[in-house]
C-alpha cells in the first residue's frame, strides 16, 4: 500500500504540528485506487482533548469535514495527527483508534519527522508514503 500527498499538504501538517504545545489532528481525504492512496484535501479539526498526549477529535467539525468532501465525491482515505516528544509511531491509544478507524494513520512529530500505518490483521503496518 502507497499513499500519495502533496508536498503542500504534507508541509501544511507538519506546519501546525511544530507551532502547537497539544496534539493536532485530523482527517486526510481522497481516493482509494486499490492499493493505491490519493490525498486530496486536508483539513484540520480541533483537539477536543486540548492534551500534549492525545486526541479526540471535535464531533460537530468532524462531520462538517466528512460532509464538506464528500460533496466534492472525496472520502476519509486517512486520519493524521501528531505526537510531541515521541516518536511519529501509532501509541497504544492510536491502535485502539486504528481499530475504531480502519484507514491510512499519518503521524508526525513536532520536528517535521512522520510515518504512514494501517492495521492489518490487528498488527500495525507501515505504509510508504510517496510525497508529490
Ligand atoms: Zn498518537
Not at 492512496?37 to 498526549?53: C, K, Y
Not at 475504531?100 to 490483521?121: H, I, M, R, S, T
Amino acid at each position: 500500500m502507497m499513499m500519495v500527498i502533496r508536498r503542500e499538504d504534507l508541509k501544511r501538517i507538519i506546519k501546525a504540528a511544530e507551532n502547537s504545545r497539544i496534539e493536532i489532528c485530523s482527517m486526510l481525504f481522497g481516493r482509494r485506487n486499490g492499493e493505491r492512496i490519493e490525498v486530496e484535501e486536508v483539513r484540520f479539526v480541533p483537539n477536543r482533548l486540548n492534551s500534549a498526549t492525545a486526541f479526540e477529535m471535535e464531533p460537530v467539525e468532524m462531520v462538517e469535514a466528512i460532509d464538506l468532501a464528500e460533496e466534492r465525491g472525496l472520502e476519509v482515505v486517512g486520519i493524521f495527527h501528531s505526537h510531541l516528544k515521541c516518536p511519529p509511531r501509532p501509541s497504544g491509544g492510536d491502535l485502539k483508534g486504528m481499530r475504531l478507524w480502519p484507514v491510512v494513520w499519518l503521524v508526525v512529530d513536532e520536528k517535521g519527522n512522520y510515518g504512514a500505518f494501517v492495521l492489518e490483521k490487528d498488527k500495525i503496518r507501515e505504509v510508504g508514503v510517496e510525497v508529490v
